[in-house]
């Protein structure tokens, strides 16, 4: 008979492994909808990897999509260590790209010494304010914050096409629903010359290491771990845990907005309504990937962006649909979530007379 | 005000009410079932597009309404069952479980989508379930029109509505269900099977569930596309909280959220001119968190729900 039994304590081998082994297996299983679609996988994953590391140009377009993905990655890694269930990244990044096109496109004329922090510092306190809201209807009303998150999804998404249709419309935009440009010196520089690689990448990585750090060394970040691994614990060890809950509200919806602002600032320089292909729940695949560990979540960016930007120059190759891209990303999910029961249970041979005692 | 009233008191209006809540009906009392018996499923918003591409590509394909229907409920029970997997003997998160679900769903039809369909702009339409005529009663007045012409479907969720009730409250396969959401320990002391009861739950729910994405491209509209479902699952989510857990409050939230979704439709329709028609397009989903918020703290929640349970650990 066979038995399940908790480890005393999980390998370290098998932390580190287990993410890798299911990227790996994700994207092996992806050989079955090539081979659906008519495809030759080795081809497939032939020009899927030129199309990641096959030029400075092709390094630069997957930096450029890692970039998002590592603040959306971030913003559910810490919410997720204290088990506030931010699903809400997609519509944070909204309101943090909103507040950017608001004070960056015109509204306001201030040099860019000056513009380009204020358009940071707003866009992050946007995509904050979007997380606030579900945690107080959490904390004060009991309301799900799974359920209020996704919802209000829906309903920034909304707002944003009412704003892009009013208020943030560009006059010169010939009617279509986009914002006005950010100005230039509202814009984040980019890293090389002809390359759409930006200065949000840096930003990404120093809050990255911070985050990092802040978890494993501060008091904060043993709080925020308490609450995580036991609410009813860690408020009777007097730990202020609605305190917590709004402070990692807080960062996480602010990591979140930030991911809309590099892309407005960075990349695009207007706002349109399709800015992200979902880059908020996306990151959600990258924090689970990384274990919830801050400096993972810039390793899985790395390898989620792989996975789109390949999947794209391959498409473009072969004619296989860029779906592919987002059914690697939900296996590497599914993947890593029964690596997770590998790495915390084993499976033990009980001889049936012993097991009767 | 005048308007407001005659808006009320019209039968398109009901009819509208009814046809908007059918998909709902279906999705909260899939997710009545999987939490009755402890566990969240939050793939709910995945199997609506699978059960939606599904069924319709079937009819497209030449399997009949029917065969379409059962497919959108196998495909449903499909990805029910690996959220089953992974969450009952694997005992994993059922949050994280369930999105990736959703994901994995989504993605799958996606890409069969257009796989099948390369170079499309506009999805080949199917002959769609037509109202149901019965005769006499479709000419009673009011009733008529909001009850007796509806589609096949609709009666159907109407139907389950009653089968599920039936099932949860005078059978003993529901009394096990609800026991196994509220105390597996106890369940498993009689010698029940904790796991196959959940498991089972959870594919009987999905299949339910994918019926509601059915709905959408089988009866509501005639094709499939991107972004169809739009949320509807995660209302589900929410509307199974506001109605218990029970059957016949799963019915009366779907049908006051269709009512006011067919309200918001006809006001737009009228004020258009005085307010943005976003502002209308974002009530269903603010009622939504507001049913939620009024709701939440007296919530008779299934004690066990997002608890894993492994036998012989107590």
């Known amino acids: 008979m066979i038995r399940i039994e908790a480890r005393p304590s999980t390998p370290r081998a098998m932390t580190l492994g287990i993410p890798v082994l299911s990227a790996l297996i994700a994207l092996a299983l992806a050989a079955i909808p090539l081979l659906a679609a008519g495809a030759n996988p080795i081809a497939a994953y032939g020009e899927m990897l030129r199309g990641v590391f096959g030029s400075v140009f092709a390094v630069s377009e997957m930096l450029t999509r890692a970039t998002p993905l590592i603040f959306t990655g971030l913003a559910a890694a810490l919410a997720f260590r204290a088990r506030l269930w931010n699903i809400g990244a997609e519509g944070q990044l909204y309101l943090g790209a909103m507040a950017a096109v608001a004070v960056g496109s015109g509204a306001l004329d201030i040099p860019g010494l000056f513009l380009l922090p204020l358009i940071v510092v707003l866009g992050a306190a946007a995509g904050a304010a979007g997380m606030v809201v579900p945690t107080f209807l959490k904390v004060r009303f009991g309301a799900d914050e799974v359920v209020t998150t996704l919802l209000l999804n829906f ?13 943030l419309q560009d006059p010169m935009g010939l009617g279509w629903p986009q914002s006005a440009p950010v100005l230039d010196q509202g ?65 996480s919806g602010g990591l979140a907005g930030l991911a809309g602002v590099s892309e407005v600032a960075g990349l695009k320089g207007y706002l349109t309504a399709d800015l992200s292909p979902g880059f908020g729940y996306t990151g959600i695949v990258v924090a689970m990937l990384a274990g919830l560990s801050p400096a993972g979540v810039v390793i899985a960016a ?28 939900s296996m590497s999910l599914l993947c890593v979530l029964v690596g997770g029961f590998i790495a915390r249970y084993r499976l033990v041979w009980v001889r049936a007379g012993k097991a009767a005692r | 005000m005048m308007d407001l009233l005659n808006i009320l008191l019209s ?79 694997l005992g994993l998160s059922q949050h994280v479980s369930g999105l990736g679900i959703t994901l994995f769903a989504t993605s799958v039809s996606y890409f069969s989508y257009r796989t099948a369909l390369p170079n499309v702009s506009s999805p080949p339409r199917i002959e769609p379930f037509q109202p149901l005529d019965v005769p006499i009663l479709s000419d009673l007045p009011f009733l008529g029109p909001v009850l007796f012409q509806q589609t096949a479907l609709t009666w159907l969720a109407l139907l389950m509505v009653a089968l599920v009730w039936y099932v949860m409250n005078r059978t003993a396969l529901g009394v096990a269900i609800q026991a196994v959401g509220d105390n597996p ?35 509501a509209f005639d094709a ?61 989903y603010i009622l939504s968190i507001i049913a939620l918020v009024l709701t939440a703290r007296s919530a008779d929640y299934p004690r066990a729900l997002l608890t894993p349970w492994f036998k012989g650990q107590r």
């Open chain 1, 155 to 167: 309903i920034i998404l909304i707002f944003l096409q009412m704003m892009l249709e009013g208020p």
């Open chain 1, 187 to 251: 814009m984040l520089p980019p890293l090389m010359d002809r390359m759409r690689v930006h200065a949000g990448l840096i930003v990404a990585l120093v809050l990255a290491v911070l985050a990092q750090f802040m978890l494993a060394r501060s008091v904060w970040g043993f709080r925020l771990r308490a609450v995580g691994e036991n609410a009813a614990a860690a408020r009777h060890a007097g730990i202020g845990v609605n305190r917590s809950l709004f402070g990692v509200a807080i960062l």
């Open chain 1, 302 to 329: 790395l390898f989620i962006a792989s996975v789109f930007v390949g999947a794209d120059s391959m498409s473009r190759a072969m004619g296989v649909s860029s779906f592919l891209a987002d059914l690697v990303v």
């Open chain 2, 11 to 89: 039968e398109s209006f009901w009819a509208a009410s009814l046809r908007i809540a059918t998909p709902l009906i279906f999705g909260v009392l899939g997710a009545l079932i999987c939490e009755r018996a402890g566990v969240l499923n939050l793939g709910i918003e995945g199997i609506f597009v699978v059960g939606a591409m599904s069924g319709w590509m079937a009819v497209w394909l030449g399997a009949g309404l029917w065969g379409g229907v059962l497919v959108a409920a196998l495909a449903g029970a499909f990805f029910g069952l690996l959220h089953a997997i992974l969450t009952v003997p």
């Open chain 2, 185 to 219: 320990d106890s369940v498993d002391a009689q010698g029940l099977s904790v796991y196959g009861l959940r498991m089972g739950a959870i594919v009987a729910g999905s299949a339910l569930m994918a019926l509601g994405g059915a709905f959408l491209t089988m009866s």
């Open chain 2, 224 to 284: 499939f596309f991107f972004g169809m479902v739009n949320g509807r699952g995660w209302v589900c989510i929410a509307l199974v909280i506001f109605a218990s857990w029970r059957p016949g409050k799963a019915l009366l939230g779907a049908l006051l959220f269709g009512a006011f979704d067919a309200l918001q439709v006809r006001l737009q329709a009228e004020m258009g001119a005085l307010v943005p028609g976003q502002i209308f397009l974002m009530v269903p």
